[in-house]
């Protein structure tokens, strides 16, 4: 299906740590894929101890900039035309300062063909110190590199309406956000991201549970950075169960995204071939899904602009 890997793509939600090349990791460790990739995960906790071996790694500048700079060369492969890459700095400073983490990344993600920006990760088991600290990170990076911050880790155990006293700082401050919910937990945590004044939301699928909150996310216009195969790998749903359907054709604002292109052992292109073949999903719709995208954004109203321009100027 090559016109499908043909398509301009634009990608919202990939995270770093979990999208180092499998054969990066294995220069390291004697390791095998079922090491580093999710089959059958139980929950998202368990999925989320396939990142313990990519931060291992990544604790030094050479390795920082080197994971980040072969992350653009595979979105590249993959006919990304504008992504927005997010980390947790905290998670990597071991021998390095926060800023020292922050600056390794973005030299790696520096390409004269590909623009890609970075969204720095809150973790729900910091605490209140540690991600005021990120707070403050990303307002001193923001613009330079930097356009947002995000809540990203155990959602389940680690309630979103807890973190209510950042998000007010985060929303004094005016810096962009987006907040992972509605993934391992259900309606309140979206409820909670909504009445932060999230414009998007991070999976957010379980708002299928409730016609409520669905009518409440168009009201608002926030788009959901959906991942349907990390879904599956995250024990949600079957991919053939997965709401990206009910939910596109209820016009909820939605994209589609990797999130972790290694552990869920997926590209973008091999994303739309299973909504193609699941759901029927053809090119219009994935015009309309990659204009979400780029409408929802964390660039200038100018960019995007530009960016619209340049996605239907190729697709043309």
Known sequence: MNMLKEIPKVELHVHLDGSVRYETLKEFKNITKEDVMCNNCKNLSEYLTKFELPIEIMQTKEMLTRVAKELVEDLKKDNVIYAEVRFAPVLHTKYLSL???????????????????????????SNFI??????????KYLNKGVVAIDLAGDEKNYKTNN????????????????????EADGIDSILSAINFNAKRIGHGVRCIEDEKIINLIKEKNITLEVCPTSNVDTNICEYFDHPIKQL?????????????????????????????KYFNFGIEDFKKLNINAINASFLSEEEKSKYINKFYKTMN
């Not at 540690?130 to 307002?139: P, R």
């Not at 054709?249 to 292109?261: A, F, G, H, S």
């Open 99 to 125: 800023e020292e983490v922050v600056e390794a990344v973005l030299l790696g993600l520096k390409d004269k063909d590909l623009k890609v920006n970075l969204i720095l990760c809150m973790m729900r088991n």
């Open 130 to 139: 540690e991600n005021k600290k990120i707070i403050d990170l990303t307002y």
């Open 163 to 182: 973190f209510k006293d950042l998000f007010k700082i985060i929303n004094d401050l005016k810096i962009p956000f987006t907040i992972h919910a509605g």
């Open 248 to 276: 596109y054709d209820q016009d909820v604002l939605v994209t589609i995204n990797t999130d972790n292109r290694t552990v869920s052992n997926i590209t973008l292109t091999e994303e739309y071939e299973k909504l193609n």
